[in-house]
Each structure stands twice: as structure tokens, then as C-alpha cells.
């Protein structure tokens, strides 16, 4: 069956704190990963994305992922979090050919303090 | 970048009425579309994919003729709650990806969601 799997429910953090986020995923084929925030009241965004290539992927804000094939992960990275990445933060994944929906994981809440 | 928007944003009713939710793109022609439920605090879930011209998809679950949705061009596609009740509200948020002819597909856009309400 298809799932992802984020494993920390809420992470709390103080600014300048480094952050790792954790994404296992199961699917058949060639996947391609994306991560997405959702700010508080807000839709949406696309924070990065993993189709092929590197598997160390460079997003918006100073996010990074890797996509470790071997252990179906995709990691989320940030070196030194601020107050304003207080959000949640959605694993998905979807097969790499054809129009598939995404296949989110349940997120995780993550809080900045100051 | 590819902009998706939905209307209304917000919308209260009494039990027993229908709504319907517009989902637009408004930058580029999406034959598939996709409509989630998101309830709050957890995560989206995907109810049906919406197919330009045909019949949507629906996930195992999700009644077809209690959310209908109905993909009339390229860049629209409506979801009506009919018949809503209070267990129907919820965040309702669509989505849509460009697509090129090889069948390789960019990312997916979300609208801003709709948030509905039934009394």
C-alpha cells in the first residue's frame, strides 16, 4: 500500500536550532517527493521538490532535502530555524509518470521559539 | 509560477443544502484535478481525481453522489457537497498539475482551500 510516514507528530524548537524532519514513504516505482508547508491560516506551498538527479535537493528558505532510495527517505533539513518557520510541514509522494495524486504524510507541527 | 484558486474561500449553510466549490487554474490547462478533505490538525486526504470530460474517481470511502464533481473545461472543476450536514464540514482544497504530452508531470499546485461550514 501507498503511504508516508512522518515520524515526529510536533517538534519544538529555539531559533537558530537546526531542524531534521523525518519522511519514510512506501510506493511501488519510481517516485518523486515533494515537501510542503502550511503556514498557520494559510494554504499550501510547494517547499521543495525531488523528480531525479541529485538527490540532495535545495528548496525556498534555506530548506533542504535528501532522498536516500535505499532507506525510501526524504529528509527534511534546515541548518538554523527562525520564529517565521513556525508552521506544518507535509511529506508526499506520488509515482513519477502519469497524472497520480499525492500521498501525504499526517505532518508535523513544528514551533519555533523565540 | 502556477496559480490556483478556489471559490468561495469560506462558506456557512444550513443542514440540508448544497454547496458548490469552483476550482480554477488560472495559468495553465490541467486535465486532471484532484479534491482533498482536510480535517483540522491532520493531514489532506485525497477524496477523488477529477478528469477533464469524464466521469471523476473516487477514493474508497467517499460517497459519488453526496460530493459531486464535475470537470467541465481544462481549467475548472466543481465540487458540490450536496445534501451538506455538520459532519461535512471541513477544509476542502483542490489541486491541479500541469502536464506535457510525454505524460512526465510538474508539481501540484494547491488552491487556497474552502472552508465549510454547516450549521
Known amino acids: 500500500a501507498q503511504s508516508v510516514s512522518q515520524h515526529n507528530h510536533h517538534v519544538i524548537l529555539s531559533e537558530a536550532a537546526s531542524l531534521e524532519l523525518g519522511c519514510n514513504y512506501s510506493y511501488g516505482g519510481t517516485v518523486n517527493l515533494f515537501w510542503y508547508v502550511q503556514y498557520p491560516g494559510q494554504h499550501l506551498q510547494l517547499l521543495l521538490k525531488?523528480?531525479?538527479?541529485?538527490?540532495l535537493v535545495k528548496g525556498i528558505k534555506g530548506f533542504e532535502a535528501e532522498f536516500i532510495k535505499s532507506k525510501f527517505s526524504f529528509n527534511l533539513r534546515k541548518p538554523s530555524v527562525q520564529w517565521s518557520d513556525t508552521a506544518e510541514y507535509f511529506c508526499a509522494v506520488k509515482g513519477a509518470w502519469g497524472n497520480t495524486p499525492l500521498v501525504f504524510g499526517k505532518g508535523t507541527r513544528l514551533s519555533v521559539i523565540a | 509560477g502556477a496559480v490556483v484558486s478556489q471559490h468561495p474561500s469560506w462558506v456557512i449553510c444550513k443542514s440540508g443544502t448544497s454547496v458548490k466549490i469552483e476550482c480554477r487554474s488560472l495559468?495553465?490547462?490541467?486535465?486532471?484535478m484532484f479534491w482533498y478533505r482536510q480535517f483540522p490538525k491532520q493531514s489532506l486526504m485525497l477524496m477523488a481525481t477529477?478528469?477533464?470530460?469524464?466521469?471523476?474517481?473516487?477514493e474508497q470511502g467517499v460517497e459519488k453522489d453526496k460530493f459531486l464533481i464535475n470537470h467541465a473545461s481544462l481549467t475548472l472543476s466543481t465540487l458540490t457537497v450536496t445534501s451538506a450536514h455538520p459532519e461535512d464540514s471541513s477544509f476542502y482544497i483542490c489541486s491541479a498539475s500541469p502536464s506535457d504530452r510525454t505524460g512526465v508531470t510538474d508539481t501540484q499546485y494547491f488552491g487556497p482551500g474552502t472552508r465549510l461550514t454547516v450549521l
Open positions: 495559468d495553465f490547462q490541467a486535465t486532471t
Open positions: 525531488y523528480f531525479s538527479g541529485d538527490p
Open positions: 477529477s478528469n477533464e470530460g469524464s466521469k471523476a474517481t473516487y
